[in-house]
């Protein structure tokens, strides 16, 4: 359907392949998307590295944040299937992407969710005339056989990053060595990758580890064994049916989910490493453990990018844009939080006032209200958003810092640009821009 090939054994070719990226289609569906995610401010602080001061309050965007080519391109499709499709039933496997904006938006399209339970989804009364879209995390092989037996259309939308990590654990796979993923077991993309890395005869296995601490115990269990009941209980639902620490732990290959902490996944692979040779001898270590970097471009960018404004900027605060359940947003938040307060929004509505601010709250798992969050007077705001998160949500997050200030957005940028962008002319023209 898509024009997304599955790696070879991954997952069964689509029934039905029909191109919905025509020069036609794929017209109409930038117009939609740029009509609902576009934001003339964004672009321009983007294009001119620049950053917004009025009032004293200076606003300042990383280098690289928001949507990633794998989302874009994976909204694109949706979008595609929704204009190609018409009079059909369209659904998403869960959400196309972590945002929420982006998929009420999608189910204001028409295209609805496919109905969850405890992970499963309900495909019984599918039919072959339906579409299914699969979203850019990928989906569990079960699940795309299931598609492939009902033979309704699927649109896989499926990031090549992801891909490349299903690549690496097949490779694991045939030669018999235990995938060691480091990642997020109950996320989407991680359930996809696991269910690569098994084989139908239960001979390979996978175990996947969230932390460095969870590393650690797995690499004291290979140096030295331990209790085994313990280390089935302690990880439990994050191993393929039949692991045995004692047997599946001597062959090892580690991958990751795309959008962890790109320095936490290197050091998880060192510390196997070490293991490793520790146990086996450095000599014989190439029969014994293998590693692969899979972090995506995309994700790393975004890092990098909030890495040096972090060292390099003087801020107050650091807002972080995006849907809650978002991992590489999720992480570029964590990366505030080691430096300044940092507050994990997903939409401008979270702004309260100046003194009140509601945000994620990753320890807690729930939002929760911080008051006095803006200083009075002089303030610099950093602004980053993870790969999932629209332009148009930033940009209303800027509106609403600067309406604390009674700053109209558009005041600040060049009298040029907004005639370009075909924003409405200002009073004040001359109003600077820094
Ligand atoms: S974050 Fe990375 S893996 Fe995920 S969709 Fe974007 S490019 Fe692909």
């Given at each position: 359907?898509?024009?997304?090939?599955?790696?070879?054994?991954?997952?069964?070719?689509?029934?039905?392949?029909?191109?919905?990226?025509?020069?036609?289609?794929?017209?109409?569906?930038?117009?939609?998307?740029?009509?609902?995610?576009?934001?003339?401010?964004?672009?321009?602080?983007?294009?001119?590295k620049s950053y917004l001061s009025a009032n004293g309050l200076t606003v300042k965007l990383a280098k690289a944040f928001g949507f990633c080519y794998g989302v874009e391109r994976a909204i694109n499709l949706a979008y595609a299937s929704a204009?190609?499709?018409?009079?059909?039933?369209?659904?998403?496997?869960?959400?196309?992407?972590?945002?929420?904006?982006?998929?009420?938006?999608?189910?204001?399209?028409?295209?609805?969710?496919?109905?969850?339970?405890?992970?499963?989804?309900?495909?019984?009364?599918?039919?072959?005339?339906?579409?299914?879209?699969?979203?850019?995390?990928?989906?569990?092989?079960?699940?795309?056989?299931?598609?492939?037996?009902?033979?309704?259309?699927?649109?896989?939308?499926?990031?090549?990053?992801?891909?490349?990590?299903?690549?690496?654990?097949?490779?694991?796979?045939?030669?018999?060595?235990?995938?060691?993923?480091?990642?997020?077991?109950?996320?989407?993309?991680?359930?996809?990758?696991?269910?690569?890395?098994?084989?139908?005869?239960?001979?390979?296995?996978?175990?996947?580890?969230?932390?460095?601490?969870?590393?650690?115990?797995?690499?004291?269990?290979?140096?030295?064994g331990g209790n085994k009941d313990e280390f089935l209980k302690k990880f439990e639902g994050a191993y393929s049916p039949g692991f045995d620490p004692d047997q599946h732990l001597v062959r090892v290959g580690i991958a990751n989910q795309t959008?962890?902490?790109?320095?936490?996944?290197?050091?998880?692979?060192?510390?196997?490493?070490?293991?490793?040779?520790?146990?086996?001898?450095?000599?014989?270590?190439?029969?014994?453990?293998?590693?692969?970097?899979?972090?995506?471009?995309?994700?790393?960018?975004?890092?990098?990018?909030?890495?040096?404004?972090?060292?390099?900027?003087?801020?107050?605060?650091?807002?972080?844009?995006?849907?809650?359940?978002?991992?590489?947003?999720?992480?570029?938040?964590?990366?505030?939080?080691?430096?300044?307060?940092?507050?994990?929004?997903?939409?401008?509505?979270?702004?309260?006032?100046?003194?009140?601010?509601?945000?994620?709250?990753?320890?807690?798992?729930?939002?929760?209200?911080?008051?006095?969050?803006?200083?009075?007077g002089k303030a610099v705001v950093g602004i980053t958003a993870g790969a999932s998160c629209p332009n148009n949500l930033l940009e209303e997050t800027i509106h609403r810092l600067y309406e604390f200030r009674d700053v109209e957005v558009e005041?600040?940028?060049?009298?040029?640009?907004?005639?370009?962008?075909?924003?409405?002319?200002?009073?004040?023209?001359?109003?600077?821009?820094?």
């Amino acid at each position: 359907m898509s024009d997304a090939s599955q790696p070879n054994g991954a997952a069964p070719a689509p029934k039905k392949r029909i191109n919905l990226r025509t020069p036609e289609i794929m017209k109409l569906v930038q117009e939609q998307v740029e009509s609902h995610y576009r934001s003339p401010v964004v672009e321009y602080l983007r294009h001119t590295k620049s950053y917004l001061s009025a009032n004293g309050l200076t606003v300042k965007l990383a280098k690289a944040f928001g949507f990633c080519y794998g989302v874009e391109r994976a909204i694109n499709l949706a979008y595609a299937s929704a204009k190609y499709f018409k009079g059909h039933n369209i659904y998403l496997l869960g959400e196309i992407i972590h945002n929420p904006e982006v998929n009420d938006q999608l189910r204001e399209m028409g295209i609805k969710q496919l109905k969850e339970t405890r992970g499963v989804y309900d495909l019984d009364g599918l039919t072959e005339e339906d579409v299914v879209i699969v979203p850019a995390f990928g989906a569990e092989v079960k699940v795309l056989h299931r598609l492939k037996d009902i033979g309704c259309y699927q649109v896989d939308t499926t990031c090549g990053d992801v891909m490349s990590v299903w690549r690496r654990v097949h490779q694991y796979r045939k030669q018999g060595t235990t995938s060691i993923i480091h990642g997020k077991a109950w996320h989407e993309e991680t359930k996809a990758t696991v269910s690569q890395a098994i084989s139908e005869n239960g001979s390979t296995h996978y175990l996947v580890v969230f932390s460095l601490a969870e590393t650690d115990y797995v690499c004291d269990y290979i140096r030295k064994g331990g209790n085994k009941d313990e280390f089935l209980k302690k990880f439990e639902g994050a191993y393929s049916p039949g692991f045995d620490p004692d047997q599946h732990l001597v062959r090892v290959g580690i991958a990751n989910q795309t959008t962890m902490m790109k320095n936490e996944t290197e050091e998880v692979q060192h510390r196997f490493e070490k293991a490793m040779a520790d146990r086996f001898g450095r000599g014989n270590l190439d029969a014994h453990f293998s590693k692969a970097d899979t972090i995506c471009g995309a994700t790393q960018e975004r890092q990098d990018a909030l890495s040096e404004m972090l060292g390099q900027e003087k801020m107050n605060l650091l807002l972080v844009v995006g849907g809650y359940n978002s991992s590489n947003t999720s992480h570029l938040a964590e990366m505030g939080e080691a430096v300044l307060p940092t507050y994990f929004i997903k939409n401008s509505e979270k702004l309260i006032s100046p003194k009140e601010i509601s945000h994620y709250d990753q320890h807690r798992q729930q939002e929760i209200i911080t008051h006095d969050w803006l200083p009075e007077g002089k303030a610099v705001v950093g602004i980053t958003a993870g790969a999932s998160c629209p332009n148009n949500l930033l940009e209303e997050t800027i509106h609403r810092l600067y309406e604390f200030r009674d700053v109209e957005v558009e005041s600040l940028l060049p009298a040029d640009y907004r005639e370009i962008v075909g924003l409405a002319p200002m009073p004040g023209d001359s109003a600077g821009h820094n």
